[in-house]
């Protein structure tokens, strides 16, 4: 069946760096659009990026611009989120979903980060 | 890009009608045919529920319905049943490509 898998998650001090990564399977991975969408605790869904099929365009929230790079490798169905510079406020539960149409139809489980000394 | 508004929380009984209301501007809610709601059970994943404004995907209950008037987007859940309480989220499409959320409402059933 359709599904995202994200890992990666972890606690890590502030001004460190992780690579979160979602795995997808039971869809064509390569003709679809794909974001990262996080949640702080107690907060709302925020959207933070998202990168066209082939990579070409990739889109970032103010919040995270700068500091987190987005990319995929289509052979490994895989998609990534490189967070750098990391601070209290990136403290989240961090979902990828695919994306249509700017409508999110598949949802991942999350991966918890903490950013924490 | 700010986040869209939603009341923090709505409630209703049983069998009632509930409108949830996702206040944007004319930059993005009140242009964008890409509106969609979600429905957010906390440790769940979210669920895409509305898409385009007032469109339902395949397998989402009949019972939910969207909307939109100027700059605001209503999801309405009709027949209210106790799995309905969640968190509910609005989304729109805005410039460069990018989306932006509504801060959320929590649904009680009382």
């Known amino acids: 069946q359709v599904q995202l898998v994200e890992s990666g998650g972890d606690l890590v001090k502030p001004g460190g760096s992780l690579r979160l990564s979602c795995a997808a399977s039971?869809?064509?991975?390569?003709?679809?659009?794909m974001s990262w969408i996080r949640q702080a605790p107690g907060k709302g869904l925020e959207w933070i990026s998202k990168?066209?099929?082939?990579?070409?365009?990739?889109g970032y929230a103010d919040s995270v611009q700068g500091r987190f790079t987005i990319s995929r490798d289509n052979a490994k169905n895989s998609l990534y989120l490189q967070m750098d510079s990391l601070s209290a406020e990136d403290t989240a539960l961090y979902y990828c979903?695919?994306?249509?149409?700017?409508?999110?139809?598949?949802w991942g489980q999350g991966a918890t980060v903490t950013v924490s000394s | 890009q700010s986040a869209l508004t939603q009341p923090a929380s709505v409630s209703g009984s049983p069998g009632q009608s509930i409108t949830i209301s996702c206040t944007g501007t004319s930059s993005d809610v009140g242009s964008s045919d890409y509106v969609s709601w979600y429905r957010h059970n906390p440790g769940k994943a979210p669920q895409l529920i509305i898409f385009n404004v007032s469109d339902r995907p395949s397998g989402v209950s009949i019972r939910f319905s969207g909307s939109r008037s100027g700059n605001t987007a209503s999801l309405t859940i009709s027949g209210l049943q106790a799995e309905d309480e969640a968190d509910y989220y609005c989304s729109s499409s805005v410039t460069a490509g990018h989306v932006v959320f509504g801060g959320g409402t929590k649904l009680t059933v009382l």
């Open positions: 990168i066209s099929p082939t990579g070409s365009y990739r």
């Open positions: 039971g869809f064509t991975f390569s003709d679809h659009y």
């Open positions: 979903a695919r994306e249509i149409y700017y409508r999110l139809d598949v």
